[in-house]
């Protein structure tokens, strides 16, 4: 499985950006799909993640409100919409997709089996 993340880029404090995460399979063959983010000399952290069948989310209390995961079947795709974007949301932003359920793990980066490449996001403020 390849995930193609894209979206990225600079945006002032307040504004908003739209993560896409394409895979190469379906994205039923993956059980969840999440994004997590790594700002620099920080550890990887998870961000949010969606249960490709039924849909159900999980959210960091950190982006609580303010993001919003979605999916995209027909397009083996998962958004990142990110909305009232702070300075200290400026990371690498990575997708990553499970294919067994990790439900009680979707928190932990250790419990994805494939990632993509990462995508730069910037807020200045």
């Known amino acids: 499985v390849q995930l193609q993340a894209s979206g990225g880029g600079l945006v002032q404090a307040g504004g908003s950006l739209r993560l896409s995460c394409t895979a190469s399979?379906?994205?039923?063959?993956?059980?969840?799909m999440g994004w997590f983010r790594q700002a620099p000399g920080k550890e990887r952290e998870f961000v949010a993640a969606i249960r490709t069948s039924g849909g159900y989310t999980y959210y960091a209390d950190s982006v609580k409100g303010r993001f919003d995961i979605s999916r995209e079947n027909a397009k083996n795709t998962v958004y990142l919409q990110m909305n009232s974007l702070k300075p200290e949301d400026t990371a690498v932003y990575y997708c990553?997709?499970?294919?067994?359920?990790?439900?009680?793990?979707?928190?932990?980066?250790?419990?994805?089996?494939?990632w993509g490449q990462g995508t730069q996001v910037t807020v200045s403020s």
């Open positions: 399979v379906s994205t039923y063959s993956t059980r969840h």
């Open positions: 990553a997709a499970a294919q067994r359920s990790i439900q009680s793990a979707v928190r932990d980066p250790k419990a994805y089996d494939y």
